[in-house]
Nanobody
Framework: QPQLVESGGGLVQPGESLRLSCAASGFTFSQFTMDWARQAPGKGLEWISNITASGGITHYADSVKGRFTIFRDNANDRLYLQMNTLKPEDTGVYFC?????????????WGPGTQVTVSS
């Protein structure tokens, strides 16, 4: 059974950085596109980034472009999200998901999420 577990969230001040990690197991990680998404308090799910199976192509939502970087380590079945210059509006629960993107946590394979809070 595929399993994803995020880690690395926390409380940071505006302008600081965090690196999220997603540990994958139960499937051949290197064969799948992977996504990061987030859900802010009281809001819907927002897709923020994805990366192809080989890691050669990445995409970002406009809201994080230039500040966040997605990358992966296929040798160790790990997905990462480097988040720089964090803003209060980046606050939310961050999820990794196995592609293809479904748009809902009710479909596909998702981790339980990790909380990111950006506040002074």
């Amino acid at each position: 059974q595929p399993q994803l577990v995020e880690s690395g969230g926390g409380l940071v001040q505006p302008g600081e950085s965090l690196r999220l990690s997603c540990a994958a197991s139960g499937f051949t990680f290197s064969q799948f596109t992977m996504d990061w998404a987030r859900q802010a308090p009281g809001k819907g799910l927002e897709w923020i980034s994805n990366i192809t199976a080989s890691g050669g192509i990445t995409h970002y939502a406009d809201s994080v472009k230039g500040r966040f970087t997605i990358f992966r380590d296929n040798a160790n079945d790990r997905l990462y999200l480097q988040m720089n210059t964090l803003k209060p509006e980046d606050t939310g629960v961050y999820f990794c998901a196995r592609g293809p993107w479904s748009g809902t946590r009710q479909v596909g394979f998702w981790g339980p999420g990790t909380q990111v809070t950006v506040s002074s």
